[in-house]
């Protein structure tokens, strides 16, 4: 048996395999560690609340608990909110799966004073997790959780029972504020034929039912149980969309071309809902990148104005739709949570981040799938044309970008800061012209870039490829990976 890991939070909230990390002593851990904090005098000496101008709510406004579809997520919800009662907190739990970005617009409008979401987002059945975020809706900065960790200790109180709880249902109104947010006129109006791929998630049915509404023929897939995920961990990447593109292959047999008939367009949320993919009607992925860079663009044709922020493993693409409009755009490193509070404290039009998590002005300071996916659907409705068209069309415009990632079982750490620390002048047969330190190691090409990064997450090597050309990320990739395990050398 593995060693144990010791509760910290990383990237996006803490993780951990059930029945051996992810446990209930574990989770009840968590739940006093919260319970102390939140009455804590240190906690008002937080940034967030000094400098953000972020309301302070007192633990006696409540903690609002939600989960996601994983074995055993709403025991361990309950469990949690069992430990938070017990101490005399008011604690709020949803009557079934939410998907987090609910959650997080949950924390606003009930005015609690901390939310807790039970998931692992993308990772594999076997793990799950607990997200925080403060009263801002957003993903807990690393000087939040720090101070949650610091309360951790192995006692935890459990005197209140389910029956103490109190349940708060968020569904219709989180769809409410979606139709809010989203041109019902052109959608309703256009001719749409839609694909909606839950993954087995927490998203699944909130598509659907806006779309039933709004009268858009559709196609639900993956939308019932199945805590095994159908044997794929909930990432909305290629190789875990294979029914997908089963399904936008056999409705484009059916249907043929628009205008003819409908502009076919898939779309798809992970494991809590809070990130996006899609699928054109060829069955090409629109993944992070282009799906970030059709919304960026989109927005902004639409005459909406504000800073653009993304991670570092983010496209290139999102730099040049900035520079063509005259947009400011700031980097970040990995995790939303560092775009989450660009998006608190400035004028922020959309954050995105390489896993396919976006933020939209206007909304909640955190990553929406579900918004994500109905923009996308604009998009197509707007242009009305096929996706693969209007992607065919942005790269003409901005330039051709293709990207790939790979995730290697190695520990990282070391090799990125022998990389920090001796940068080479050549990879891949490319002069690096520049290398940039903010997260891992980028190594910057005349017409590319390429990532180094340990994951925060879990325990993955990750290696981020941007090119103007599939094969020559695939060649950067392959020369990359020759190195990560030791097969090729750089000096």
């Known amino acids: 048996m593995r060693a144990v890991k010791p509760i910290q939070f990383g990237t996006d909230g803490w993780r951990g395999v059930i029945a051996e990390d992810f446990t209930f002593e574990n989770v009840g851990r968590v739940a006093q560690a919260l319970a102390d904090f939140l009455r804590s005098p240190q906690r008002r000496d937080l940034e967030i609340y000094r400098d953000w101008g972020v309301e302070y709510r007192p633990a006696e406004k409540g903690v609002l608990i939600g989960y996601d579809t994983r074995f055993l997520s709403r025991e361990f919800a309950t469990f949690f909110a069992r430990v938070i009662r017990s101490n005399e907190i008011p604690a709020y739990i949803t009557p079934e799966p939410v998907p987090s970005p609910a959650l997080a617009w949950g924390v606003i409008q009930e005015q609690v004073a901390c939310g807790v979401m039970i998931t692992s987002s993308h990772n594999p059945y076997y793990y799950n997790g607990i997200k925080l975020k403060p009263e801002f809706g957003g993903p807990a900065p690393p000087q939040y959780t720090k101070l949650v960790e610091h309360f951790l200790s192995y006692r935890f109180k459990l005197e209140a029972e389910e029956e103490d709880l109190q349940e708060l249902d968020l569904r219709a109104g989180y769809l409410k504020r979606l139709k809010e947010l989203i041109d019902l006129e052109l959608l309703r109006e256009a001719p749409l034929k839609v694909v909606v791929d839950a993954m087995y998630g927490s998203a699944r049915g909130y598509l659907p039912a806006i779309l039933k509404e709004l009268g858009i023929e559709h196609l639900a897939i993956r939308a019932g149980d199945d805590p095994y995920f159908g044997g794929k961990s909930p990432e909305p990447i290629m190789r875990n969309l294979v029914p997908l593109r089963a399904v936008i292959a056999s409705e484009a047999r059916l249907r043929g071309p628009a205008p003819s008939g409908k502009f076919l367009l898939g779309v798809v949320t992970d494991g809590d809902g809070d990130r996006v993919a899609g699928m054109d009607e060829q069955g090409g992925l629109i993944d992070a990148h282009r799906a970030f860079a059709l919304i960026f663009r989109h927005l902004l044709a639409k005459g909406l104005r504000g800073k653009a922020v993304k991670s ?180």
Request: charged fraction near 35%.
């Open 312 to 491: 570092i493993s983010l496209t290139d693409m999102a730099d040049r739709i900035a520079e063509r409009n005259g947009i400011e755009l700031e980097q970040t490193p990995v995790g939303f949570k560092f775009i989450g509070e660009k998006m608190v404290r400035e004028d922020v039009l959309i954050g995105g981040e390489e896993s396919g998590g976006i933020g939209i002005k206007g909304h909640i300071p955190e990553r929406d799938g579900l918004l994500s996916a109905l923009l996308l659907l604009e998009v197509v409705a707007l242009a009305r044309k096929p996706m693969s068209a209007i992607i065919k069309e942005m790269m003409e415009e901005i330039g051709y970008h293709y990207y790939d990632r790979r995730d290697l079982h190695l520990e990282g750490r070391e090799l990125v800061e022998r990389l920090r620390r001796e940068p080479p002048d050549q990879f891949a047969g490319r002069k690096v012209v520049a290398v940039e330190t903010l997260d891992g190691v980028k190594l910057r090409f005349t017409g590319g870039w390429l990532l180094f990064r340990a994951s925060g997450t879990e325990p993955l090597l990750r290696l981020y490829c941007e090119m103007g050309r599939p094969e020559e990320v695939r060649e950067v990739l392959a020369e990359a990976e020759d190195y990560a395990r030791g097969e090729r050398k750089l000096w």
